[in-house]
């Protein structure tokens, strides 16, 4: 600890009667009004890191809980799984809003169907397998033995006749 010697000095222009000041109490009375200055903006730096450490926990709680529900099985997986493995085939467009209701009717489980896409990128035109196919509508869902399913609404075909014509079990609601 260094130690404080009380000195006096005559500050020149600051005191017209060229009295003395005591330069001791002039320095604890700064190094006080540092540690107030400080001291305070210290508890602000510290309370800004609890805040953003409590804020870090819960974004990371929330990425936590969506990765979880992330990795749960879908409601429509089994039929969707089954759909797949009976050879049937779900052609359909990005831009088609029939083909978004189709998929979104199976929910999560739509990444399981087996749906071929037959828009180019640009939308202009119409891809090579789904031209091969002689695919003139969308959504157009063709079953193993070439058969294809009509569009039942504006939301495609229902979960029950797809599960009917594909002999998987029909979903309980």
């Known amino acids: 600890m260094v130690e404080q010697l009380p000195f006096k000095e ?4 600051s005191n017209p009667a060229g009295r003395t000041k005591n330069k001791t109490s002039d320095t604890s009375l700064l190094a006080k009004n540092v540690r107030t ?3 305070s ?4 730096k ?4 609890i805040w953003v450490l409590v804020l870090i926990v819960i974004v990371g709680g929330l990425i936590g809980l969506l990765v979880h529900e992330g990795k749960k ?3 429509y997986d089994q039929l969707a799984q089954c ?3 009976s050879g049937a085939k779900f052609y359909g467009t990005f831009w088609c809003p029939h083909c978004q209701a189709q998929k979104a009717m199976f929910g999560k489980s739509a990444k399981k169907l ?3 896409e037959c828009s180019t990128k640009d939308a202009k035109g119409q891809t090579q397998i789904c031209i091969d196919n002689n695919i003139q509508s969308y959504p157009t869902w063709e079953l193993a033995d070439g058969t294809r399913l009509q569009v039942e609404s ?3 075909v229902s979960l029950k006749t797809l599960a009917e014509k594909t002999n998987c079990p029909v979903p309980t609601e």
């Open 10 to 13: 005559t500050v020149a222009g």
């Open 114 to 116: 087996p749906y071929i």
């Open 37 to 39: 200055r400080y001291g």
């Open 154 to 156: 504006t939301a495609g």
């Open 83 to 85: 759909i797949t493995d």
């Open 73 to 75: 099985p879908g409601k």
């Open 46 to 49: 510290q309370t800004i890191w």
């Open 41 to 44: 903006s210290m508890k602000k």
